[in-house]
């Protein structure tokens, strides 16, 4: 709370600095815009800048380096026999002296030197807080007072401020970067570290899933099997039945209110259909389990099918409502962007209204309804909540919809839950998993590239 106390005290000061620049800009010309090189609000930008910004980034410094910095100095006024710990206890004693300090339960009782060292950790936390607030004070201070004597009618503001924004955005661009090849390469390592102990074939071929391992070679009952053919398949069928269910419904609303609606009744549906986007996942997930789910399946005894509680189906249908907003809303975007020339020299060619939607509308709106599919595919692959609530955990192979299965993120996040050691087969076998998520979905993008590509050429 006090990190964002400062950080907004920050942001105000730079909205200070911007008005008093503007205005001591202003006051230098006599008011006249004419004699200033740029407009007075990039001279107010700049002053903002130079205040504001190199507080911002010592900030970000410092509280990137102040938990090591204040771990290091706890650890040295320890005392000697807690100094010899192995690194695991030692690890352990930290977090129970963070857990002591903000008053979180602690894995076991504090002894006195716990408690001690919380003391000690809270007051090096506050030292810390006030020395940061001083050096941002002093530092937009000082920033300010340098931009004001700086300032003049013909210093050319605009370049230097739109440069500074230049650099922000390749800044920007270059961590978006880094990011994903970090992402990318820790897949890759920790996948070849699962592969060492399973091999790939198994894993891709294989077609038992069950990844408990033993912890002690006295260990029985959990030798650990992990053919992922079963949490692929199901994967492949929930997602299928959701995009029976959105991209139909999607396409065909979204064309209803492009094409069709009424200025009120689209003003009306549209936001309904919206409304979809912004329901939490787990109330998806409640609505399956407790609804979907038991009228599937009193539905299916009737009819003498035995449909389960939790099934791919229940999943399927409550997921494919859940993602129709993003093929609805996208679809309809990019149907209205298609220029009203191309209707009208349908209709000057004597075509119907169908008749345009379908060999007119439609392909010219092909490339974004494509990304619109795409984007709910990969909204379908990635959603976890309501597969653990409406079709289960159980890792089963099979293409019968009304049996329960489950899908690559359920494993994903089963497999991390708790406290696991990031060396065994169990914990690796998430970023194997991560990793075919992840090439899935690169293909999944390529193919719809190709797919968009090929449509202009041949329209255009």
């Known amino acids: 709370m006090s990190t964002f106390i400062l950080i907004s005290v920050l942001l105000l000061f730079m909205v200070f600095a911007y008005q008093i620049g503007k205005k001591r800009v202003l006051q230098t010309a006599n008011k006249d ?10 001279y107010g930008v700049y002053i903002a800048i130079l205040c504001g910004l190199p507080a911002l980034f010592i900030t970000g410094i410092w509280l990137s380096l102040e938990n090591q910095i204040i771990e290091l100095i706890l650890l040295s006024e320890l005392p000697d026999k807690l100094r010899t710990l192995s690194t695991g206890e030692i690890n352990l004693l930290v977090n129970d002296i963070r857990n002591v300090a903000s008053n979180n339960i602690s894995s076991r009782e504090p002894s006195e030197p716990v408690l001690s060292a919380a003391l000690r950790y809270n007051q090096l936390r506050n030292i810390s807080f006030v020395s940061l607030a001083v050096s941002c004070l002093v530092i937009c201070i000082v920033g300010l007072s340098i931009g004001l004597k700086k300032l003049n009618p013909s210093m050319r503001a605009r370049p230097i401020v739109e440069g500074i924004a230049r650099w922000a955005l390749l800044i920007a661009s270059i961590i978006a970067v880094l990011t994903t090849i970090g992402i990318v390469l820790s897949l890759i390592f920790e996948s070849i570290r699962f592969f060492e102990v399973v091999s790939p074939l198994e894993f891709l071929f294989g077609l038992n899933w069950s990844p408990q391992t033993a912890l002690r070679e006295d260990q029985i009952g959990a030798s650990g099997a992990f053919g992922a053919v079963p949490i692929f398949a199901g994967t492949l069928l929930i997602t299928l039945i959701a995009m029976l269910v959105s991209v139909p419904v999607g396409l065909l609303s979204a064309i209803y209110m492009a094409e069709y609606a009424s200025s009120q009744v689209r003003g009306i549906v549209k936001p309904v259909l919206e409304i979809l986007a912004g329901i939490p996942t787990v109330v998806y997930g409640f609505f399956a389990a407790l609804t979907i789910g038991p009228s599937l399946r009193g539905f299916g005894d009737s009819l003498g099918l035995g449909v389960a509680s939790e099934s791919a189906l229940v999943a399927g249908l409550v997921m494919g409502v859940m993602i129709i907003p993003f093929v609805s809303s996208l679809s309809d975007d990019v149907i209205n962007a298609v220029p009203q020339s191309l209707r009208d020299g349908a209709y000057a060619l004597g075509a119907t209204e169908s008749e345009t939607v379908r060999q007119v509308v439609l392909p010219a709106a092909l490339h974004g309804i494509v990304g619109a599919i795409l984007l709910a595919v990969s909204r379908a692959i990635g959603e976890t909540m309501i597969v653990v609530m409406a079709a289960g955990l159980a890792a089963n192979l099979t293409a019968n919809p009304f049996e329960a299965v489950t899908t690559v993120t359920v494993q994903i996040v089963t497999l991390l839950v708790g406290d696991q050691e990031f060396d065994s087969a169990k914990t690796l076998a ?25 449509y202009r050429e041949e329209y255009e």
Do not use: C, E, Q
């Open 33 to 42: 815009h004419k004699k200033l090189h740029s407009l007075p609000g990039y």
């Open 430 to 454: 998430a970023f194997a998993l991560g990793l075919v998520l992840f090439l899935v979905t690169l293909v999944l993008n390529i193919i719809a590239l190709v797919v968009v590509r090929r």
